[in-house]
């Protein structure tokens, strides 16, 4: 098992800055690629980004330029550093990791932490 603890959502003015923390804890030597999702009441879960172990990232297109991933293998940890933040980005921001372990796949979630953007 695998499980992810989130950290540093909160209340922050239109055009401010946050960083969110993902600590990946358990059995992970076999996670390949971890990422973030966000979700607000009503909708589905939607890609915000993500990176692999070797360190490739992919964004979601109204992400990019604002927000970035990075992770830190030593520490277990992979961060969102988000800049420019709109209204809109308000959401339950959740941490995503896949581990491929004798060629399955298996997805574990963390409890979500809630960004609030205030106009």
């Known amino acids: 098992q695998v499980q992810l603890v989130e950290s540093g959502g909160g209340l922050v003015q239109a055009g401010g800055s946050l960083r969110l923390s993902c600590a990946a804890s358990g059995s992970i030597f076999s996670i390949n690629y971890m990422g973030w999702y966000r979700q607000t009441p009503g909708k589905q879960r939607e890609l915000v980004a993500g990176?692999?172990?070797?360190?490739?990232?992919n964004y979601a297109e109204s992400m990019k330029g604002r927000f970035t991933i990075s992770g830190d293998n030593a520490k277990n940890t992979v961060y969102l550093q988000m800049n420019s933040l709109k209204p809109e980005d308000t959401a339950v921001y959740y941490c995503?990791?896949?581990?491929?372990?004798?060629?399955?796949?298996?997805?574990?979630w963390g409890q979500g932490t809630q960004v609030t953007v205030s106009s």
């Open positions: 990176i692999t172990r070797g360190g490739n990232t």
């Open positions: 995503h990791a896949v581990r491929i372990l004798n060629g399955r796949e298996y997805d574990f």
